[in-house]
T-cell receptor
Framework: GENVEQHPSTLSVQEGDSAVIKCTYS??????FPWYKQELGKRPQLIID?????GEKKDQRIAVTLNKTAKHFSLHITETQPEDSAVYFC??????????FGAGTRLFVKA | EAGVVQSPRYKIIEKKQPVAFWCNPI?????LYWYLQNLGQGPELLIR????????DSQLPKDRFSAERLKGVDSTLKIQPAELGDSAVYLC????????????FGPGTRLTVL
């Protein structure tokens, strides 16, 4: 069945460094790739998304890249801050109106 | 604009008891989702509604779980009887439509089955 793999499961960076989270998906029909941030005990919130007709998208310190041929996409956070510490989930919309989530990456930003 | 509302936020029950969760989506959102989120995992879809029609319930354990979305607005998810393994966070989300529109999540209901 459809699958989204996310790596790493845990990521620890120093404040000001960059963080990169990678995801791969299995269904080539996937055409929408959102990223969610979930702080402890709170709801997942969309931080950025990308559609299959775009290779890269940037919003201030956050960027997402998509490689459709390789079926992988990545989240890049630059100049990390302690408030970036959270769990980040990637997801792939399989085109059958079903969103499959990755298992999550717990990001720690050390001050 | 009010976000997705869920209640209760927390629920503790004994196994074999019934439990129900309620969700009010963002006004105007036609698509409503119920997800289950286990600790340390991503959300897993249980059921998706387009207006009042359940269009994807393939992951819903139908022997004990049921859901409804009367009038295509609010929705309830029920478990009867609950089992220990049902302990998780139950998230509701809504979107304008089901076709790759952004999903907005509610705060979730944390269920503990003792």
């Amino acid at each position: 069945g459809e699958n989204v793999e996310q790596h790493p499961s845990t990521l620890s960076v120093q404040e000001g460094d960059s963080a990169v989270i990678k995801c791969t998906y299995s269904d080539s029909a996937s055409n929408y790739f959102p990223w969610y941030k979930q702080e402890l005990g709170k709801r997942p919130q969309l931080i950025i998304d990308i559609r299959s007709n775009v290779g890269e998208k940037k919003d201030q310190r956050i960027a997402v890249t998509l490689n459709k041929t390789a079926k992988h996409f990545s989240l890049h956070i630059t100049e990390t801050q302690p408030e970036d510490s959270a769990v980040y989930f990637c997801a792939a919309d399989t085109g059958g109106f079903k969103t499959i989530f990755g298992a999550g990456t717990r990001l720690f930003v050390k001050a | 604009e009010a976000g997705v509302v869920q209640s209760p936020r927390y629920k503790i029950i004994e196994k074999k008891q019934p439990v129900a969760f309620w969700c009010n989506p963002i006004s105007g959102h036609n698509t409503l989702y119920w997800y289950l989120q286990n600790l340390g995992q991503g959300p897993e879809l249980l059921i998706r509604y387009e207006n009042e029609e359940a269009v994807d319930d393939s992951q819903l354990p139908k022997d004990r779980f049921s859901a409804e979305r009367l009038k295509g607005v609010d929705s309830t998810l029920k478990i009867q009887p609950a089992e220990l393994g049902d302990s998780a966070v139950y998230l509701c989300a809504s979107s304008l439509s089901g076709n790759t529109d952004t999903q907005y999540f509610g705060p979730g209901t944390r269920l503990t089955v003792l």
